[in-house]
Structures are given as structure tokens and as C-alpha cells.
């Protein structure tokens, strides 16, 4: 037989991969083509019959090639006749014409060779359909559909953002498709720990009422909700306590939601600004080792992401809470609800979102006075709880107090316009409005049966010993927040991308008026009373912080010793502190008789950052960046003043209470500088095996509270502290991570475990100490400590379909031990001895993880486990009785259950419960919600499953990133 010429038939493979990138993007084909000659050896033995049936198509398709099959012998008839029909599935040939190399459509040609192999072999149907790729081979084309990015779809310059249309199945059926443009927060290529739960992962999970819940099984990852709605809801991390809201950074879209304005459990990230029926995708950073953030991500990075709608949606979400709660004879039945609604749309080029939420809920009780007991004298009492403090000295409890009813109100709007295809301008508002009213109970009576909140004396007496009451004074708040954020991105995966942000956060009002000393006031031998109608209002409005960001990445087209992806990019930031405090004139009036306290001031930061990811070799990734940064404090004022009592333990006339003397101080202008390299490497050993080393140098500037503001109350003093110095911290980590599909001979879809080995070594670490007097007031300021070590390892996983599809399970375990090293710079011995203690709120052990099972699209089930070791509060480590309410934070053992069904085919019903078994659990000294009910009914019309939103980048044209 003649033998076919270069490019005809399978021998011209080698002639077309020279023919240039066409080629190359067709191996698929030409491998499901490749396996189509398996099926030779069946139309051998078939003979004459498939010769029969092969002549008339092999006359249509060349003749002569017909000619050629006839004077072979009889057994190669049939194979000769195949060849001759599959020649036409060559990519490349020969025109006898020209004699050049021309490319071809296969897509074109396969059409006709497919039905001839399938018509011609009907017994081989399942084993050709199992050898080749999908294939496209026309069809109707819809008006909008997705498509590539950057290529109109549906349209003149539009751009879809929708899941790409099924295509052949990836070898990792689990792996995350490229994300869409502009659907990410966290950038790709970070060299750290990464943890990602998606909209989908969420809703099967967690039990959600709010933006913080979604981070509720994150490895490593305690948020302080002390109730439903709490709006000191602080970020705890791996190395990170419940009260350092300064070292953990969270975003929304690249708007900064972090208050670091303060170091402390009262300057929370705004979560009241993203609800939960926005949120895409949740991601978690740990540690700074990315130089496009601050020395703020110390703890990590939090970020969520939300997205703008394709089509017509509308999104409507009512979630009922029921909690149970009681704790020292104090029994409640509280309820909560929320309720959001969010309808967005596409208009060509033009996207919007319209939502509002409405958050109601009664929390339990916050705080219940009592201190241990000392000689003295006071109001003779009844009642009353007795145990023990965290030190094992005995206490009476008097009352609760801090019951907190909260109300919010968020109503946001976000547009954007695709300038072109993968260039977006973007800007969002939201304003938020909160009150909320606090109540207290007294468990103590007088001997006329008269509940005691107050004395006159600020004792009560038992036998030959005294106690504070303490804080049993009721309050009132409210605060109306805008925030605003302006974005111009090009995300297009290419060549150059670049992110331009501005945003903007202000306190339009913001205050607290708390009674100063509450209830009829018995004197020591319980035979009058007096009041004191008084209130102290702390008014925060005229507060904000301005953010702005430049991120520019550059992708290199060309190879550089392999390729590589810079980043670089600028940030300032200015955060302004206004804090008035004022004695008024009867609560919850905010009407004021004298100014009490005043403090002003402001830090502002500038710094600039590079960062490349270098592949040099396949196995190989190296990262290399660093960060400059600029801060400055300014405009640093404290002034007191006003009546001199805190109280009026006389009962006498408001105008005949002593004046204090004003003080006004003001602090000199500070200045530091930092530079903080970092640097990664990481190898893989195989496609499934990896391992990363990270190291970075991070500076934490102190905040304008910590440095600026002093205030007094009748239960707590804060005391500022204007010579703090940046903490600073050298962290390591050490990860390997094993992805396998079907492990264990296909027990496990994706058997996916991390073990990460860390440790921090952090100076000048600021900290806050709180003390409590014979009072009962709390004694707070914040100091450096000489150096402090983090060191731990944290072992995750994450498993897909275990032993029965849709099991899956995620969850992590922590082991860290937090030392303080040194502290040879106190001017105080108690403190020095602190070296060798644990580092305060840092729990050892934590667990978070949940285990979910989907039947069916249509239902599932999820069970998940939270717990934490105890942890010292107090550096000097003489906390021990941590399981009881107090200066504490205690261990926690909390199972949840949800459950999940779909209705109808936009309807979805939820039940489930938090901290089924009732654990009793407590965070300085705040009790934890105990169990809690939830039901929910979710309607979604339009817009992706909750799966998250995902594109085919193929086809931009763009130069791939690093990956």
C-alpha cells in the first residue's frame, strides 16, 4: 500500500504540532481521534459487510482512495476503506496547489467522520463515546449566552459573568473554576495559608443571621458574637486574642471594614455593612505574609465578596432566632428575627443592586456585678448568688445588667458600568442606623424589700464583709454610619490589570448614655432614700476614616528564566478620632450640664509595595515582595473637666456638686517609618503533593485610641497611653498540602488535608491589662511588652463525598502556645515576672469543623462542632477558675445542626440549632448565647445556585497568570 503523505491521515501529527498554535489547542481531538483506530481490529473481522456499506461513503469522500482499497488483498479492504473516510480528521494538509501548510476547522470535519464511525459500528457506540472528548459540532446559538471573557456576548461590548457552559470534564472534577472578573477580593498568587468557604458552602452549613456567621467553621477563626446583631464583634485568629481588633484586617469588595480606630472588644469591623444575602464567596489569609497588605494583617485577612447581577433577580431572605437563657436565677426567652430583600439587574452595560435589611433582637444578659467579698460596712441586703471568682475568692452576685435590645436598619445601593468589557467602574453606599436599649435586674433587696441597683454608700454589707454592687445601670444608644466606596478595575487576566479604590467611613452619630447611678438609693441603715437622675453620654459623631488603594499587576508575555507576575501598588489611609463625653442632666435625656471629657487626634499612613511570583521551573514558585510605610500621629488632645463626683453619693442638689478643674493636654506630633520584606518558596512534589515556607516582617502602628483617649465612667476607666511603640513581628509558616481525587481506591471524591506549622515573634507588642478595683470599677491601658511567642501548628481538611456522594466534611484543629518572653523594660516588678506566662485570650487547643450530606440538589443536612481550650485573661496568669462567669475566657463546647430543603423551585425552608447541648461559655466577662433556634425561608428569582460565580477565561486572549 502507498504510504499516505506528510499531513494526511495520523501520520501528519508531527507536520501539524510545526504548524503553529492551532495545533496545539487540538490535542484532545487528536487523542480522541487516535483512540478511534482501536476500532479497526472490529471492522476487520466484520469483512465484506463493512466493505459494502464503507464503498459508497469512500466514493464521496475520495474515489480514488476507493481505487487504492480495491487492489489490496481481501483482509485489508476494510481497515484501507476506514483510513481513507478518517483522513479528512488530519488537522493539517498538503495542497497539491500551493504545497503549503494549511490550517484546517476541525470542528467542521468531524462532523461527518462521527456519523460514519457511529453508523458504520453500531455495537462500538459506548466505547467511542467514552474515548472522545466532547465536541461542539454546531447548533442553534441562543441570544445571550456566557462566553469568553472580553468577547461581546449577547451584545455589543457585553460581558457575562455567569457560569461558563459545560465542557469536557477536568481530570479534578473539585477543582474551583477560574473565577469570573471582577469576582474576587483576595488577589491570586498569595503566598500563605488560604482558606475559602462559597455562597453554596454557607448556605449548607451555617446557621446565618449575619455577615460574621459565614466565617463560623473557618480553621483557627473565633468570632466574638455575644448575641445576634452584637456590634463588638471582634476577629480572633490563630495568633490573635478576642480583644486585638487591630491586628486582623476584613474587606468587602476591597472596601475596608476594619474600625482601627481602637485596639479593643469595642472597635469591631462593621459587619452591619454587607448582608449576608450578598455575600459570593468568604475567603481567610493567615498571617502578613502577602505585601499587598498592611502590618494590620498580623492575625490574617478576612475578606468577603459579593457580585453584581447578569439578569433580573430578586433575593428575599426571614430568619427567626429563639434563645433560651438562664444563668444565676435569671431566666429569659429572648427572640430575634431579620429580614432582607436585595433586587438587582443588567441593562447592557449598566449593573445594579438595591437591598435593605431590618435586624431585631433581645440578647441576654451581659454582665452580672459582683465582687468578692471584703471587711466593711454598707446597705443591709438579702439574696444575691454566691460562688467564686477566676482567682477561687468568693463573691456575691447582685443583679445582671446589659440585656441589650438592638435594632438595624442597612439600606445599600451598588452600581457599576463595564467602560469596557473587562473594565468596570463601581461605587456602593450604604447607611446604617442601630439603637438599641440596654436593661438590668436586680437579685438583692434591702431590708423594706426594695431591689437594690444602687447605695448611697456604694456598699452592701453581709455579716462583717462588703461588696460593690457594680454596674447595674441601664442604657440607651443609637448611631446612624455612611459608608461609600469608588472602584475603577480591569480584570482581564492579561498582560496588565490594575485596581483604583477610595472609601470613606463616618460616624454621622454615635453615642451611648448610660444612667450613672440607677434606682432608689438606700442609705446604710435602710431608712431613706435619695436618686441620682444623672446620665453620662459618650458621643462618638464626627468620627471617620478615609482609605485609598492602587494595585497594579503585570503579567510579562515573554519568558524571563520562566514566568512571573509583579505586583505593585500605593495605600494611605487617615483615621480621626472625636470623642466627647458629658454628664447630662437625667437619663436618658442627652441634654448635658458639663462637659466631662474631650479627645481629639489622628494617625495617617502612606506606604507603597511590590511583590513578583517567579516560576522559574515547573515544581518551583518563588515570591518575593516588600512594603514601606509612613505613620504619623497628630492633633493629640485630652481635656476633663466638669463635676467632680461620678456619682452624687449625698443625694444633694445637682448645682451644689463640686466642680473639677479642666486639664487639657496636648500630645506632640509622632513619626515612624517601617520596611517590611517577605519571601516564599514553595515546591511540588508531585500535582497532588506540596510544600510552602513564608516568611515576613510586620509593623502594627498604635491607633489613635490607644494613643489619645481617656475616659471615666462610674464602672470602668480608660487610661491612654501616648508613648506606645509599634509592635513588631517576624512570622514563619511552614505548610504541606496533599490534594487527592478518589483516595483510598475512590472512598473519598477529594481527600484534601493541610498541615501548617507557624510561629510568631512579635516586639513591643501592645496589649491591653485590665484590673479591677475594691470598687468594682475596671482599670484599663495598654502597654508594650518586650516580646511575646507565638508557635503552633494547625492541621485542616477539607473531604468531598465520603464513601456516599454528597458527605463532605471541612474543619481544622489548632495547637498554639503564646509565651511572653520578656518584659525586662516594665517599670514594674509584678511585671517583669511576667516572662514565661501565657499570653492573655490565646486559646491552646481550637476545633472548628462541620460535615454536611446533599442527598439531592433538593435537601441537606449539616452538623458541625466548635471548641476552644480555656485561656489566662490576666498576664500574671492567676486566673484558673475559668468555667464560670468573670474575667474570663472559658472553654467552649458548641454543637450545631442545620437542616435544608427546597420547597419549590425558588423556595428554600432551613431549621436548625446553635449550641445544642446548652454549653454555658463566656468571653470577658460576657456570657455566649446558650441554645438557639433558627427557621428560615429564602426566596431567589434569577442569578447563579449559591454556588459562587465562575467563567471560562479561554478564548481573552490574555497571557495566563502565574499559577
Same mark, same amino acid.
Given at each position: 500500500? @502507498?504510504?499516505? +503523505?506528510? /499531513?494526511?491521515?495520523? #501520520? !501528519?501529527? *508531527?507536520?501539524?504540532?510545526? $504548524?503553529?498554535?492551532?495545533?496545539?489547542?487540538?490535542?484532545?481531538?487528536?487523542?480522541?481521534?487516535?483512540?478511534?483506530?482501536?476500532?479497526?481490529?472490529?471492522?476487520?473481522?466484520?469483512?465484506?459487510?463493512?466493505?459494502?456499506?464503507?464503498?459508497?461513503?469512500?466514493?464521496?469522500?475520495?474515489?480514488?482512495?476507493?481505487?487504492?482499497?480495491?487492489?489490496?488483498?481481501?483482509?485489508?479492504?476494510?481497515?484501507?476503506?476506514?483510513?481513507?473516510?478518517?483522513?479528512?480528521?488530519?488537522?493539517?494538509?498538503?495542497?497539491?496547489?500551493?504545497?503549503?501548510?494549511?490550517?484546517?476547522?476541525?470542528?467542521?470535519?468531524?462532523?461527518?467522520?462521527?456519523?460514519?464511525?457511529?453508523?458504520?459500528?453500531?455495537?462500538?457506540?459506548?466505547?467511542?463515546?467514552?474515548?472522545?472528548?466532547?465536541?461542539?459540532?454546531?447548533?442553534?446559538?441562543?441570544?445571550? @449566552?456566557?462566553? +469568553?471573557? /472580553?468577547?461581546?456576548? #449577547? !451584545?455589543? *461590548?457585553?460581558?457575562?459573568? $455567569?457560569?461558563?457552559?459545560?465542557?469536557?470534564?477536568?481530570?479534578?472534577?473539585?477543582?474551583?473554576?477560574?473565577?469570573?472578573?471582577?469576582?474576587?477580593?483576595?488577589?491570586?498568587?498569595?503566598?500563605?495559608?488560604?482558606?475559602?468557604?462559597?455562597?453554596?458552602?454557607?448556605?449548607?452549613?451555617?446557621?446565618?443571621?449575619?455577615?460574621?456567621?459565614?466565617?463560623?467553621?473557618?480553621?483557627?477563626?473565633?468570632?466574638?458574637?455575644?448575641?445576634?446583631?452584637?456590634?463588638?464583634?471582634?476577629?480572633?485568629?490563630?495568633?490573635?486574642?478576642?480583644?486585638?481588633?487591630?491586628?486582623?484586617?476584613?474587606?468587602?469588595?476591597?472596601?475596608?471594614?476594619?474600625?482601627?480606630?481602637?485596639?479593643?472588644?469595642?472597635?469591631?469591623?462593621?459587619?452591619?455593612?454587607?448582608?449576608?444575602?450578598?455575600?459570593?464567596?468568604?475567603?481567610?489569609?493567615?498571617?502578613?505574609?502577602?505585601?499587598?497588605?498592611?502590618?494590620?494583617?498580623?492575625? *490574617?485577612?478576612?475578606?468577603?465578596?459579593?457580585?453584581?447581577?447578569?439578569?433580573?433577580?430578586?433575593?428575599?431572605?426571614?430568619?427567626?432566632?429563639?434563645?433560651?437563657?438562664?444563668?444565676?436565677?435569671?431566666?429569659?426567652?429572648?427572640?430575634?428575627?431579620?429580614?432582607?430583600?436585595?433586587?438587582?439587574?443588567?441593562?447592557?452595560?449598566?449593573?445594579?443592586?438595591?437591598?435593605?435589611?431590618?435586624?431585631?433582637?433581645?440578647?441576654?444578659?451581659?454582665?452580672?456585678?459582683?465582687?468578692?467579698?471584703?471587711?466593711?460596712?454598707?446597705?443591709?441586703?438579702?439574696?444575691?448568688?454566691?460562688?467564686?471568682?477566676?482567682?477561687?475568692?468568693?463573691?456575691?452576685?447582685?443583679?445582671?445588667?446589659?440585656?441589650?435590645?438592638?435594632?438595624?436598619?442597612?439600606?445599600?445601593?451598588?452600581?457599576?458600568?463595564?467602560?469596557?468589557?473587562?473594565?468596570?467602574?463601581?461605587?456602593?453606599?450604604?447607611?446604617?442606623?442601630?439603637?438599641?436599649?440596654?436593661?438590668?435586674?436586680?437579685?438583692?433587696?434591702?431590708?423594706?424589700?426594695?431591689?437594690?441597683?444602687?447605695?448611697?454608700?456604694?456598699?452592701?454589707?453581709?455579716?462583717?464583709?462588703?461588696?460593690?454592687?457594680?454596674?447595674?445601670?441601664?442604657?440607651?444608644?443609637?448611631?446612624?454610619?455612611?459608608?461609600?466606596?469608588?472602584?475603577?478595575?480591569?480584570?482581564?487576566?492579561?498582560?496588565?490589570?490594575?485596581?483604583?479604590?477610595?472609601?470613606?467611613?463616618?460616624?454621622?452619630?454615635?453615642?451611648?448614655?448610660?444612667?450613672?447611678?440607677?434606682?432608689?438609693?438606700?442609705?446604710?441603715?435602710?431608712?431613706?432614700?435619695?436618686?441620682?437622675?444623672?446620665?453620662?453620654?459618650?458621643?462618638?459623631?464626627?468620627?471617620?476614616?478615609?482609605?485609598?488603594?492602587?494595585?497594579?499587576?503585570?503579567?510579562?508575555?515573554?519568558?524571563?528564566?520562566?514566568?512571573?507576575?509583579?505586583?505593585?501598588?500605593?495605600?494611605?489611609?487617615?483615621?480621626?478620632?472625636?470623642?466627647?463625653?458629658?454628664?447630662?442632666?437625667?437619663?436618658?435625656?442627652?441634654?448635658?450640664?458639663?462637659?466631662?471629657?474631650?479627645?481629639?487626634?489622628?494617625?495617617?499612613?502612606?506606604?507603597?509595595?511590590?511583590?513578583?511570583?517567579?516560576?522559574?521551573?515547573?515544581?518551583?514558585?518563588?515570591?518575593?515582595?516588600?512594603?514601606?510605610?509612613?505613620?504619623?500621629?497628630?492633633?493629640?488632645?485630652?481635656?476633663?473637666?466638669?463635676?467632680?463626683?461620678?456619682?452624687?453619693?449625698?443625694?444633694?442638689?445637682?448645682?451644689?456638686?463640686?466642680?473639677?478643674?479642666?486639664?487639657?493636654?496636648?500630645?506632640?506630633?509622632?513619626?515612624?517609618?517601617?520596611?517590611?520584606?517577605?519571601?516564599?518558596?514553595?515546591?511540588?512534589?508531585?500535582?497532588?503533593?506540596?510544600?510552602?515556607?513564608?516568611?515576613?516582617?510586620?509593623?502594627?502602628?498604635?491607633?489613635?485610641?490607644?494613643?489619645?483617649?481617656?475616659?471615666?465612667?462610674?464602672?470602668?476607666?480608660?487610661?491612654?497611653?501616648?508613648?506606645?511603640?509599634?509592635?513588631?513581628?517576624?512570622?514563619?509558616?511552614?505548610?504541606?498540602?496533599?490534594?487527592?481525587?478518589?483516595?483510598?481506591?475512590?472512598?473519598?471524591?477529594?481527600?484534601?488535608?493541610?498541615?501548617?506549622?507557624?510561629?510568631?515573634?512579635?516586639?513591643?507588642?501592645?496589649?491591653?491589662?485590665?484590673?479591677?478595683?475594691?470598687?468594682?470599677?475596671?482599670?484599663?491601658?495598654?502597654?508594650?511588652?518586650?516580646?511575646?511567642?507565638?508557635?503552633?501548628?494547625?492541621?485542616?481538611?477539607?473531604?468531598?463525598?465520603?464513601?456516599?456522594?454528597?458527605?463532605?466534611?471541612?474543619?481544622?484543629?489548632?495547637?498554639?502556645?503564646?509565651?511572653?518572653?520578656?518584659?525586662?523594660?516594665?517599670?514594674?516588678?509584678?511585671?517583669?515576672?511576667?516572662?514565661?506566662?501565657?499570653?492573655?485570650?490565646?486559646?491552646?487547643?481550637?476545633?472548628?469543623?462541620?460535615?454536611?450530606?446533599?442527598?439531592?440538589?433538593?435537601?441537606?443536612?449539616?452538623?458541625?462542632?466548635?471548641?476552644?481550650?480555656?485561656?489566662?485573661?490576666?498576664?500574671?496568669?492567676?486566673?484558673?477558675?475559668?468555667?464560670?462567669?468573670?474575667?474570663?475566657?472559658?472553654?467552649?463546647?458548641?454543637?450545631?445542626?442545620?437542616?435544608?430543603?427546597?420547597?419549590?423551585?425558588?423556595?428554600?425552608?432551613?431549621?436548625?440549632?446553635?449550641?445544642?447541648?446548652?454549653?454555658?461559655?463566656?468571653?470577658?466577662?460576657?456570657?455566649?448565647?446558650?441554645?438557639?433556634?433558627?427557621?428560615?425561608?429564602?426566596?431567589?428569582?434569577?442569578?447563579?445556585?449559591?454556588?459562587?460565580?465562575?467563567?471560562?477565561?479561554?478564548?481573552?486572549?490574555?497571557?495566563?497568570?502565574?499559577?
Amino acid at each position: 500500500m @502507498r504510504r499516505a +503523505p506528510a /499531513g494526511l491521515g495520523f #501520520g !501528519g501529527l *508531527g507536520l501539524c504540532r510545526r $504548524a503553529g498554535r492551532i495545533c496545539a489547542d487540538r490535542r484532545a481531538h487528536i487523542r480522541g481521534a487516535i483512540a478511534l483506530r482501536t476500532i479497526v481490529a472490529r471492522a476487520q473481522r466484520t469483512g465484506a459487510a463493512l466493505l459494502t456499506r464503507l464503498r459508497p461513503l469512500a466514493r464521496k469522500s475520495a474515489t480514488s482512495g476507493s481505487r487504492r482499497c480495491s487492489k489490496q488483498p481481501p483482509r485489508h479492504w476494510s481497515a484501507c476503506a476506514l483510513r481513507s473516510t478518517l483522513r479528512p480528521l488530519s488537522l493539517c494538509r498538503l495542497t497539491s496547489a500551493s504545497r503549503n501548510t494549511v490550517m484546517i476547522r476541525r470542528s467542521r470535519l468531524l462532523g461527518g467522520a462521527s456519523f460514519a464511525v457511529l453508523s458504520l459500528l453500531a455495537p462500538s457506540v459506548a466505547d467511542a463515546q467514552q474515548a472522545l472528548p466532547t465536541i461542539s459540532v454546531g447548533g442553534a446559538r441562543s441570544p445571550v @449566552r456566557p462566553g +469568553p471573557v /472580553g468577547r461581546p456576548v #449577547g !451584545g455589543q *461590548g457585553r460581558v457575562t459573568t $455567569a457560569a461558563p457552559v459545560p465542557g469536557p470534564a477536568l481530570a479534578d472534577r473539585y477543582a474551583e473554576p477560574t473565577p469570573a472578573p471582577f469576582s474576587r477580593t483576595l488577589p491570586a498568587n498569595i503566598p500563605a495559608v488560604v482558606e475559602s468557604r462559597t455562597r453554596k458552602e454557607i448556605q449548607k452549613t451555617t446557621n446565618i443571621m449575619t455577615s460574621s456567621d459565614a466565617f463560623r467553621y473557618m480553621p483557627s477563626i473565633l468570632i466574638r458574637e455575644r448575641y445576634i446583631g452584637d456590634r463588638n464583634a471582634i476577629v480572633s485568629t490563630r495568633t490573635t486574642g478576642t480583644i486585638q481588633s487591630a491586628l486582623v484586617l476584613v474587606y468587602a469588595d476591597n472596601v475596608l471594614l476594619s474600625n482601627l480606630l481602637g485596639n479593643s472588644f469595642n472597635f469591631a469591623p462593621r459587619w452591619g455593612m454587607v448582608s449576608p444575602a450578598e455575600i459570593s464567596r468568604v475567603d481567610v489569609m493567615y498571617g502578613p505574609f502577602s505585601a499587598l497588605y498592611p502590618g494590620n494583617s498580623i492575625g *490574617g485577612v478576612l475578606t468577603m465578596t459579593t457580585r453584581m447581577p447578569d439578569e433580573f433577580e430578586v433575593h428575599a431572605m426571614g430568619t427567626v432566632a429563639v434563645q433560651p437563657f438562664s444563668l444565676y436565677g435569671r431566666k429569659e426567652l429572648n427572640l430575634g428575627g431579620v429580614t432582607n430583600i436585595l433586587v438587582g439587574d443588567r441593562i447592557n452595560d449598566f449593573r445594579y443592586w438595591v437591598g435593605y435589611e431590618h435586624l431585631d433582637n433581645q440578647g441576654q444578659a451581659q454582665t452580672f456585678p459582683g465582687l468578692f467579698l471584703t471587711p466593711g460596712t454598707g446597705s443591709a441586703f438579702s439574696g444575691g448568688y454566691q460562688d467564686f471568682d477566676q482567682q477561687g475568692r468568693p463573691r456575691i452576685i447582685t443583679g445582671a445588667a446589659g440585656a441589650d435590645y438592638v435594632q438595624t436598619d442597612l439600606a445599600k445601593v451598588k452600581v457599576s458600568y463595564d467602560i469596557l468589557p473587562l473594565l468596570r467602574a463601581k461605587y456602593q453606599v450604604g447607611f446604617w442606623t442601630l439603637n438599641n436599649n440596654t436593661t438590668v435586674e436586680s437579685f438583692i433587696n434591702d431590708r423594706n424589700g426594695v431591689p437594690i441597683y444602687n447605695t448611697q454608700s456604694g456598699r452592701v454589707q453581709l455579716g462583717p464583709y462588703s461588696v460593690t454592687p457594680g454596674g447595674v445601670n441601664p442604657g440607651h444608644g443609637a448611631a446612624n454610619h455612611l459608608m461609600q466606596a469608588l472602584e475603577l478595575r480591569q480584570d482581564t487576566g492579561g498582560v496588565f490589570d490594575f485596581d483604583l479604590s477610595a472609601t470613606s467611613f463616618n460616624f454621622l452619630r454615635d453615642f451611648t448614655n448610660n444612667a450613672q447611678s440607677y434606682g432608689p438609693r438606700v442609705n446604710n441603715a435602710g431608712t431613706a432614700y435619695n436618686v441620682d437622675p444623672r446620665g453620662l453620654n459618650t458621643n462618638n459623631g464626627g468620627t471617620f476614616w478615609r482609605t485609598g488603594d492602587a494595585r497594579f499587576i503585570w503579567r510579562p508575555p515573554y519568558d524571563i528564566l520562566g514566568k512571573h507576575e509583579v505586583s505593585f501598588g500605593a495605600h494611605g489611609d487617615l483615621y480621626s478620632l472625636a470623642t466627647k463625653q458629658t454628664s447630662t442632666v437625667s437619663w436618658p435625656n442627652n441634654y448635658y450640664l458639663g462637659i466631662q471629657a474631650q479627645n481629639f487626634g489622628k494617625t495617617e499612613t502612606k506606604g507603597v509595595y511590590v511583590q513578583e511570583v517567579w516560576r522559574p521551573l515547573p515544581d518551583w514558585k518563588f515570591t518575593a515582595g516588600a512594603r514601606g510605610e509612613w505613620w504619623r500621629a497628630f492633633g493629640g488632645m485630652n481635656a476633663t473637666g466638669g463635676f467632680g463626683n461620678a456619682s452624687n453619693p449625698t443625694g444633694q442638689a445637682i448645682v451644689g456638686l463640686p466642680l473639677r478643674a479642666a486639664n487639657i493636654t496636648y500630645f506632640p506630633d509622632s513619626y515612624k517609618g517601617a520596611f517590611s520584606p517577605k519571601a516564599a518558596l514553595e515546591y511540588f512534589f508531585t500535582p497532588e503533593l506540596s510544600l510552602r515556607g513564608s516568611i515576613a516582617r510586620a509593623y502594627r502602628f498604635p491607633t489613635v485610641n490607644e494613643l489619645f483617649q481617656s475616659l471615666s465612667s462610674p464602672s470602668s476607666v480608660l487610661i491612654n497611653n501616648p508613648n506606645l511603640q509599634p509592635e513588631i513581628c517576624t512570622c514563619y509558616d511552614l505548610t504541606g498540602e496533599y490534594r487527592k481525587i478518589d483516595a483510598f481506591g475512590g472512598a473519598i471524591g477529594l481527600f484534601n488535608p493541610r498541615i501548617s506549622l507557624f510561629l510568631d515573634d512579635r516586639w513591643n507588642a501592645i496589649a491591653s491589662q485590665t484590673t479591677l478595683s475594691i470598687f468594682g470599677t475596671q482599670i484599663s491601658q495598654n502597654a508594650n511588652l518586650d516580646k511575646v511567642r507565638f508557635r503552633g501548628i494547625e492541621a485542616a481538611a477539607h473531604m468531598k463525598d465520603i464513601l456516599v456522594p454528597g458527605l463532605d466534611f471541612e474543619g481544622g484543629l489548632t495547637f498554639t502556645d503564646a509565651k511572653i518572653q520578656s518584659n525586662l523594660s516594665s517599670r514594674n516588678l509584678d511585671s517583669i515576672l511576667f516572662a514565661g506566662n501565657q499570653f492573655p485570650r490565646v486559646p491552646r487547643i481550637r476545633f472548628r469543623g462541620v460535615a454536611s450530606y446533599s442527598p439531592n440538589p433538593d435537601m441537606s443536612f449539616a452538623l458541625g462542632a466548635r471548641y476552644s481550650s480555656p485561656a489566662f485573661v490576666t498576664f500574671a496568669n492567676t486566673d484558673f477558675n475559668h468555667n464560670n462567669y468573670g474575667n474570663v475566657d472559658s472553654e467552649i463546647l458548641v454543637f450545631d445542626m442545620k437542616a435544608r430543603y427546597r420547597l419549590e423551585p425558588n423556595w428554600w425552608l432551613s431549621v436548625g440549632v446553635n449550641n445544642i447541648g446548652r454549653w454555658k461559655a463566656y468571653v470577658n466577662p460576657n456570657p455566649y448565647p446558650q441554645r438557639t433556634f433558627f427557621i428560615a425561608l429564602n426566596y431567589d428569582f434569577g442569578g447563579p445556585d449559591g454556588s459562587g460565580v465562575t467563567i471560562d477565561r479561554g478564548g481573552s486572549g490574555g497571557t495566563a497568570a502565574v499559577r
